[in-house]
């Protein structure tokens, strides 16, 4: 069995579990947000929908479900492209470099999106 | 005349491989491609390429027709020739030997992994182990694979992953065990799969389906793969 230390859950029906899970929870989200959208909505409406705790909480799931889901899709695409067989061994070092940085942009906007969902 | 490109190398004389442009004159007949093939060699003896039984049964002339993996033995002009041209490669992702030979050592490492034979651990009966007509038909359209790596070289994640993604051929026979009723070790093989690399670098694509040659469908055996995976681990 082929081991792997970065990817989310490190077993591979629980990555693809949490993305097919993650893929359902985003998209009863924005097609949500897309219906609140489309039906007309200004600034009190929208501030009252976030002012609600279920809004936040759904919001919060939401913004969970994104950095899982990007997490799973993007450890995929780096362990296609980047790596020794494609490379050389720069493919390692570059490999490590993105997980790294996706992973600290994800935590970053997940930080941030609570900031912004309880108005910290 | 019939426009062919066919790629050549020779790593003993060529130091990188080029695609040599020749005519073949196939008289207006739908001939197959290895016919071709063959007309080619006719011209110059050092046009290399594996075949042998040439009716789709070996498996061994899988090339890249026109950018279509398929057996050039079974497959018409017709079905693969755009304005009179026909580009052969040989099948993409595994290092090439020669022409149109390529190295398939990767492809039966991983058909190797999924340990592709019976394993049953309760006593031998006297005479065979029987098997009923339904349980029989769950191995139909599985056990017929020829194992020409259509579909693996077919496979962006084989290409990217040939040592760590199992492929859509290998999946098939592991799943042909899976499913086999007189197989015991159900349990040990699974547990060998539930890596992000082996079963799970499948997204579905289907360029497995789409080319191979004996229409076997190793996503759907794929898809069964990941349900037992997933019923047995929730």
Avoid at chain 1, 24 to 41: C, M, N, Q, T, W
Avoid at chain 1, 49 to 54: D, G, M, P, R
Avoid at chain 2, 111 to 119: A, H, I, S
Wanted: hydrophobic fraction near 45%; proline fraction near 4%; glycine fraction near 6%.
């Amino acid at each position: 069995m082929v081991t792997a230390v970065t990817s989310m859950g490190r077993s591979g029906l629980s990555d693809w579990l949490m993305q097919r899970v993650t893929a359902v929870i985003l998209l009863a989200y924005f097609a949500y947000i897309g219906v609140v959208v489309v039906s007309g909505v200004d600034y009190v409406a929208w501030s009252d929908l976030f002012s609600q705790t279920w809004m936040r909480v759904f919001s919060l799931l939401a913004l969970i479900s994104l950095g899982v889901h990007a997490w799973v899709g993007l450890w995929s695409v780096f362990t296609d492209y980047f790596t020794e067989r494609m490379m050389g061994t720069a493919g390692n070092v570059i490999r490590l470099v993105a997980e790294l940085v996706s992973g600290l942009v994800m935590f970053t906007y997940l930080v941030w999106g609570i900031q912004i969902l309880w108005g910290l | 005349m019939l426009q062919v490109s066919i790629y050549r190398y020779n790593p003993e004389l060529d130091s990188e491989p080029y695609m040599q442009d020749v005519q073949v004159d196939t008289a207006g007949k739908d001939l197959m491609v290895l016919d071709v093939m063959e007309m080619i060699k006719a011209q110059d003896t050092t046009v290399t390429y594996r075949r042998s039984c040439r009716e789709g049964v070996c498996g061994s002339d899988g090339v890249n027709m026109n950018g279509v993996n398929g057996l050039a033995c079974v497959t018409a002009l017709s079905k693969v020739v755009k304005n009179n041209k026909l580009v052969l490669r040989p099948l993409p992702g595994l290092p090439v030997i020669r022409d149109l030979i390529v190295d398939m050592s990767l492809f039966y490492a991983q058909y190797e992994k999924v340990q592709p034979y019976l394993q049953n651990n309760t006593p031998a009966p006297a005479i065979e182990r029987l098997q009923s007509p339904e349980d029989r038909e769950k191995l139909d359209g599985l056990y017929e694979c020829i194992l020409c790596a259509c579909c693996s070289t077919s496979c962006p994640s084989f290409w990217w992953n040939p040592d760590r993604f199992i492929g859509p051929a290998g999946l098939l026979q592991s799943y042909r065990f899976l499913a086999d009723s007189r197989d015991t070790a159900t349990e040990e093989r699974l547990s060998k799969l539930d890596d992000p690399f082996s079963v799970f670098r499948c997204h579905g694509i289907q360029n497995c389906v789409n080319v191979c040659p004996k229409g076997l469908n190793p996503t759907r055996a794929i898809g069964h793969i990941r349900n037992m995976l997933l019923t047995r681990a929730t």
